[in-house]
Protein backbone atom coordinates (compact mmCIF):
# COMPACT_ATOMS: atom_id res chain seq x y z
CA UNK A 1 0.00 0.00 0.00
CA UNK A 2 1.09 3.35 -0.92
CA UNK A 3 -0.35 6.74 0.64
CA UNK A 4 0.59 10.26 -0.12
CA UNK A 5 0.24 13.63 1.64
CA UNK A 6 1.83 17.18 1.86
CA UNK A 7 -0.22 18.60 -1.26
CA UNK A 8 -2.48 21.67 -1.11
CA UNK A 9 -2.34 24.91 -2.77
CA UNK A 10 0.98 26.90 -3.12
CA UNK A 11 1.53 30.55 -5.24
CA UNK A 12 3.56 30.21 -8.19
CA UNK A 13 7.58 29.78 -7.30
CA UNK A 14 6.51 28.05 -3.83
CA UNK A 15 7.72 25.03 -2.59
CA UNK A 16 5.91 21.83 -1.37
CA UNK A 17 7.28 18.40 0.09
CA UNK A 18 5.36 15.22 -0.61
CA UNK A 19 5.52 12.26 1.42
CA UNK A 20 4.58 8.65 0.67
CA UNK A 21 4.19 5.54 2.91
CA UNK A 22 4.91 2.65 1.85
CA UNK A 23 3.55 -0.70 3.86
CA UNK A 24 3.56 -4.38 2.55
CA UNK A 25 7.13 -4.31 1.37
CA UNK A 26 10.28 -3.52 1.63
CA UNK A 27 10.87 -0.37 0.14
CA UNK A 28 14.41 -0.97 -0.04
CA UNK A 29 13.98 -3.68 -2.62
CA UNK A 30 12.35 -1.66 -5.46
CA UNK A 31 12.28 1.21 -7.47
CA UNK A 32 9.87 4.29 -6.73
CA UNK A 33 8.48 6.65 -8.75
CA UNK A 34 6.02 9.83 -8.73
CA UNK A 35 3.32 10.27 -10.97
CA UNK A 36 1.44 13.01 -11.81
CA UNK A 37 -2.03 13.34 -13.66
CA UNK A 38 -3.63 17.03 -14.88
CA UNK A 39 -7.17 17.46 -15.94
CA UNK A 40 -7.72 15.75 -19.61
CA UNK A 41 -3.88 14.94 -20.01
CA UNK A 42 -2.43 11.64 -19.36
CA UNK A 43 -0.38 10.29 -16.14
CA UNK A 44 3.24 10.70 -16.66
CA UNK A 45 6.67 10.61 -14.43
CA UNK A 46 7.63 13.06 -13.05
CA UNK A 47 10.61 11.27 -11.55
CA UNK A 48 12.25 8.17 -10.03
CA UNK A 49 14.74 7.13 -7.92
CA UNK A 50 15.92 3.46 -8.39
CA UNK A 51 16.08 0.86 -5.39
CA UNK A 52 18.67 1.51 -1.99
CA UNK A 53 19.09 4.91 -2.82
CA UNK A 54 20.28 4.72 -6.13
CA UNK A 55 20.28 6.82 -9.19
CA UNK A 56 16.86 9.27 -9.96
CA UNK A 57 15.93 10.28 -13.26
CA UNK A 58 13.07 13.40 -13.88
CA UNK A 59 11.12 14.88 -16.47
CA UNK A 60 12.94 17.20 -18.11
CA UNK A 61 10.22 20.25 -17.31
CA UNK A 62 10.56 19.50 -13.37
CA UNK A 63 14.96 18.80 -13.31
CA UNK A 64 16.47 21.01 -11.22
CA UNK A 65 13.20 22.17 -9.14
CA UNK A 66 12.19 18.64 -7.96
CA UNK A 67 14.16 16.20 -6.17
CA UNK A 68 12.87 12.66 -4.92
CA UNK A 69 14.42 11.30 -1.53
CA UNK A 70 13.98 8.33 0.73
CA UNK A 71 13.96 7.12 4.24
CA UNK A 72 13.94 3.44 3.85
CA UNK A 73 14.45 2.82 7.77
CA UNK A 74 10.96 4.84 7.67
CA UNK A 75 9.43 3.31 4.71
CA UNK A 76 9.18 6.64 3.31
CA UNK A 77 9.81 8.69 -0.17
CA UNK A 78 9.42 12.07 -0.77
CA UNK A 79 9.06 14.67 -3.38
CA UNK A 80 10.40 18.43 -2.74
CA UNK A 81 9.25 20.57 -5.41
CA UNK A 82 10.35 24.15 -5.90
CA UNK A 83 9.71 26.92 -7.62
CA UNK A 84 6.27 25.76 -8.92
CA UNK A 85 4.23 26.65 -11.97
CA UNK A 86 1.01 26.68 -12.49
CA UNK A 87 1.90 23.92 -15.33
CA UNK A 88 2.58 21.32 -12.06
CA UNK A 89 -1.05 21.57 -10.78
CA UNK A 90 -1.85 17.83 -10.95
CA UNK A 91 -2.86 14.85 -8.72
CA UNK A 92 0.45 13.16 -7.58
CA UNK A 93 0.98 9.53 -6.75
CA UNK A 94 3.91 7.67 -5.72
CA UNK A 95 4.06 4.15 -7.54
CA UNK A 96 6.03 1.13 -7.02
CA UNK A 97 8.25 -0.31 -9.83
CA UNK A 98 8.04 -4.20 -10.17
CA UNK A 99 11.53 -4.66 -10.26
CA UNK A 100 14.20 -2.15 -8.22
CA UNK A 101 14.94 -0.36 -11.71
CA UNK A 102 12.83 2.50 -12.68
CA UNK A 103 10.47 2.84 -15.54
CA UNK A 104 9.71 5.31 -17.87
CA UNK A 105 6.33 4.79 -18.22
CA UNK A 106 3.35 4.79 -16.26
CA UNK A 107 2.05 1.96 -16.99
CA UNK A 108 5.72 0.04 -16.15
CA UNK A 109 4.93 0.42 -12.64
CA UNK A 110 2.86 -2.13 -10.26
CA UNK A 111 1.08 0.36 -8.43
CA UNK A 112 0.28 3.67 -7.19
CA UNK A 113 -1.34 5.55 -4.31
CA UNK A 114 -4.64 7.75 -4.79
CA UNK A 115 -2.48 10.73 -4.72
CA UNK A 116 -2.38 13.86 -3.29
CA UNK A 117 -3.84 17.19 -5.01
CA UNK A 118 -0.95 19.58 -5.91
CA UNK A 119 -2.48 23.08 -7.11
CA UNK A 120 0.06 26.11 -7.94
CA UNK A 121 -2.03 29.27 -8.66
CA UNK A 122 -1.89 33.06 -7.39
Known amino acids: QLVESGGGLVQPGGSLRLSCVAS????????IGWLRQAPGKEREVVGC????????NYLDSVTGRFTISRNNYGNTVFLEMHNLKPEDTAVYSC?????????????????WGQGTQVTVSS
Open 24 to 31: GFTLDDYA
Open 49 to 56: MSSRGGAS
Open 95 to 111: AKAPSPRCARYYYGYSY
